[in-house]
């Protein structure tokens, strides 16, 4: 019997937990889950200090985009059983999960893969914004270069 595939993503305003989005994607007729963690990490531009990020969100949009990035993985790799990601809204400071993902498969191989894949396009077209914040208590909003739409938003 062939397993439904389960996508599943959260825009969350709390802490992520990894092993929540691993367990949403276990799965008995797979062999391989493959798991990305994205922190906030501390930069240093033009003499200030990055001390964490501010996310928001076009939540309706972002799930329309998640299943077009779930249709187009599964499209080259079939294989891919499930796909989970977590995403913060909301202040995330340094050293801290921004986003976890998880996709599980039967071979290593295409998970792998998939979730390379997965990661470029998530920031590429999911509808999240960061603005980052400085020590100096200044703050500046960011776009993802690969986001076509994100110049639209905050500056």
Known sequence: MVEPHRDVLKL?????????VVDAVSSASCGATSVF????????????KVIGLEYE??????????????????ERWPSVT???????????????????????????????QAMQQAVEQLKARLPVWKKE??????????ENSECPWASNHKQ
Do not use: N
């Open 12 to 20: 969350r305003r709390d802490w992520l937990s990894v092993q929540e």
């Open 82 to 112: 499930h796909v989970c990601v977590h995403h913060r809204l909301g202040w995330v400071k340094v050293g801290e999960a921004s986003v976890v993902m998880a996709i599980s498969s039967p071979h290593r191989h295409d998970g792998q």
């Open 133 to 142: 914040v400085y020590d100096s208590q200044e703050a500046s909003w960011k």
């Open 57 to 74: 969100a076009y939540e309706p949009m972002a799930q329309s985009e998640f299943r077009k990035l779930c249709d187009v993985i599964r």
């Open 37 to 48: 963690i994205g922190t906030t990490r501390e930069d240093v531009l033009d003499g200030r």
